[in-house]
């Protein structure tokens, strides 16, 4: 695996100040990086059964996560199409009709408008100017992958499998069902820095040595290498994964059917935009990054296994482990964020030879930013391609797979 | 809350007529089914207020009010996922106040 990363030639210099800061590139920010991709929104788990509903605001965007009755996972722009009122506020389980607070009009589960109460007056039901089936819930594309519940909310981006074929082909051997493990097994951080922070962060193992000596005490430095690619993901891989083990020695089952690399591997990727992922033999995780404005993120921490049975002590204590790492990261993301209030930080200085995930991230942004590859005919109609980004001035291609060695 | 007439009989009152006996029930009626209504909003229960419309539209005294009550009692039935949505759209239908 480690033969696999690919050298890049974006630039050396980090994303100037204003993409953490200024409020007009977080919006743009928001558009192209976040709404014309795949990003996730949820996991599968947090609507276990039919009508189990979740507003969930991504991007600035209200949405709406629900199981139909069906059992099918949707997603809906979580408005009434009559007033635009928020249909549902908090977590709850849809008996029958979702119906809006305000006027009450019903949708089913399956977001099709089905009562129009006194819209033709009162006691009248029906009016020949509304016509319900026309107005349904705006349902956002969604896709399910990794046990994660994915979102393209302009509904531009290339198939799912497509746009992520180059990590698809990498975990092949992990793409199978990620069992949640349950109630212990997720956890959300709060970070007051930028999203991206949070991604750049994630994707070298540069700091593990400093930040992470628990980690480095078994897996070195030198255990790590880089997962450097132009599809949308990088990260690192690690050589030296060890199972944790409980006090009789039982381990958790492995994914069926690995080859036997994958017996101290582990590797971990940010799938762009805002999903962390990581895997191992025996469990693998999912945090979804959703930015709280530009300064502020929530981080969902999710881990899943092989099995849906997993021993609940150990999944416990794997949870307890992961949590102390992701909290050891917090002070750097928060850190770097308040750095860039400094008008003398120009972008950073990358190390040529241990920041190259990073450094593929920042391309990747750049790409999308200045209106490349499919970002221009996804993006919101409106924003201008890339000559208020900041991008140019830093010498990014916006041709993402331009870059050569 | 005042009783809607002395709790004790009262020997120098004027004896009821029928008519307003039968007029004061349907107040008592009234006041007990609009404070069991407020209670069921409050408890957000979609299924007691479904059945409690339904009661109102039986009773109402016009088609106008029925029709009022039926469509209530319609959608909590539909919110509450209620069987009874069916039949009670269906008599909506039936009074040209909803389309099938």
Redesign the interface.
């Known amino acids: 695996m480690p033969d696999t990363a690919t050298p890049i030639a974006a630039p050396l210099r980090g994303l100037p100040n204003a993409h953490y800061t200024d409020p007009a590139l977080h919006r743009t920010e928001m558009q192209r990086l976040i709404q014309a991709q795949w990003a996730g929104l949820a996991v599968e788990a947090d609507v276990p059964e039919p009508g189990d509903a979740r507003p969930i605001d991504l991007a600035g965007i209200p949405l709406l996560l629900i199981r139909d009755r069906q059992g099918l996972v949707r997603v809906f722009q979580n408005i009434c199409r009559h007033r635009g009122m928020i249909l549902v506020s908090e977590p709850r389980k849809i008996?029958?009709?979702i119906?809006c607070p305000y006027h009450?009009w019903?949708y089913s589960t399956e977001g099709k408008l089905?009562?129009t109460?006194?819209v033709g007056g009162?006691?009248?039901?029906?009016h020949p100017d509304i016509d319900r089936s026309l107005l349904g819930l705006i349902e956002v594309r969604s896709h399910l992958r990794f046990g994660v519940v994915w979102v393209n909310i302009d509904g531009a981006a290339p198939a799912f499998d497509v746009a992520h074929a180059g990590l698809l082909a990498r975990w092949a051997d992990f793409d199978r069902p990620w069992h949640h493990g349950g109630a212990s097994s997720r956890f959300t951080l709060r970070l007051a820095a930028n999203w991206k922070l949070a991604v750049e962060n994630y994707c070298e193992s540069y700091h593990l040595p400093w930040v992470h000596p628990g980690l480095n005490s078994y897996s070195r430095l030198e255990d790590h290498y880089d997962i450097v690619s132009e599809q949308g993901h990088s990260g690192q891989g690690s050589t030296h994964y060890r199972q944790l083990t409980g006090a009789d020695g039982a381990t958790f089952p492995d994914f069926p059917g690995l080859p036997s690399i994958w017996n101290q591997a582990a590797e971990y990727t940010a799938l762009y935009p805002n999903v962390l992922l990581g895997v191992h033999r025996d469990h693998t995780f999912a945090i979804l990054l959703h930015p709280q404005g530009q300064g502020a993120t929530e981080e969902h921490v999710h881990i899943f296994y092989a099995t849906p049975d997993v021993d609940p002590v150990l999944a416990a204590e794997n949870a307890a482990r992961w949590k102390v790492v992701f909290e050891e990261d917090i002070f750097v993301v928060e850190g770097m964020q308040a750095g860039r209030a400094a008008p003398g930080f120009d972008g950073g200085h990358f190390s040529p030879a241990m920041d190259g995930a990073t450094r593929a991230f920042h391309a990747w942004a750049g790409a999308r930013m200045n209106g490349g590859m499919h970002a221009t005919a996804s993006s919101a109609p409106g924003t201008d391609a890339g000559s208020d980004t900041g991008f140019p001035a830093m010498g990014i291609s916006a041709a993402p797979d331009a870059a050569a060695p | 809350m005042t009783a809607p007439y002395p709790t004790a009989p009262d020997s120098t009152a004027p004896i009821p007529t029928s008519r307003q006996r039968m007029s004061t029930a349907r107040a008592m009626a009234a006041r007990d089914l609009h404070a069991a209504l407020l209670e069921a909003h409050r408890r957000g229960d979609?299924a007691t207020l479904s059945r409690l419309y339904t009661d109102a539209a039986d009773g109402a005294a016009s088609e106008?009010e029925?029709?009022?009550f039926?469509?209530?009692a319609?959608?909590m039935?539909?919110?509450?996922?209620?069987p009874e949505?069916k039949t009670l759209r269906a008599r909506?239908v039936r009074m040209g106040?909803?389309?099938p």
Do not use: I, K, M, Q
Request: some cysteine; hydrophobic content about 40%.
């Open positions: 008996e029958g009709a119906r009450s019903c089905v009562a109460p006194h009162p006691g009248r039901n029906a | 979609a106008e029925a029709g009022f039926l469509t209530h319609f959608v039935a539909l919110d509450a996922g209620r949505a909506l106040r909803d389309t």
